[in-house]
């Protein structure tokens, strides 16, 4: 069981920030994490993803070099880190937790099995 926990969201103008945060709790170990979005029309799409254990990490190319995802475990936390924001990055941002053995992190949406409940990313130009 692993409960997820969404807050940072907000609306922005256009080349603005925001961080993120994800405060995630529970006993079944989570060897990797991220970040997906969906907006309006669209499907779910994977953002960023990390490694629990390596740190090592992934991003879609549409947010590559503008966001950095980032955790501390101590704290149970993961953060996303947005640049350079852009309106085609409006969306709904989901934390989510996978618990699969599997190697690295990944973007794959069926390879996670507890989600948060969402947190809403408007940015106007």
């Known amino acids: 069981q692993v409960q997820l926990v969404e807050s940072g969201g907000g609306s922005v103008q256009a080349g603005g920030s925001l961080r993120l945060s994800c405060v995630h709790s529970?006993?079944?170990?989570?060897?990797?994490m991220a970040w997906f979005r969906q907006a309006p029309g669209k499907e779910r799409e994977g953002v960023a993803s990390?490694?629990?254990?390596?740190?090592?990490?992934i991003y879609a190319e549409s947010v590559n070099g503008r966001f950095i995802i980032s955790q501390d475990n101590a704290k149970n936390a993961l953060y996303l880190q947005m640049d350079s924001l852009k309106p085609d990055d409006t969306a709904v941002y989901y934390c989510a937790a996978g618990v699969q053995l599997i190697a690295g992190p990944t973007l794959l949406r069926d390879r996670y099995n507890f989600w948060g409940q969402g947190t809403q990313v408007t940015v106007s130009s």
């Open positions: 990390i490694s629990t254990r390596s740190g090592n990490t």
């Open positions: 529970g006993s079944t170990y989570r060897p990797y």
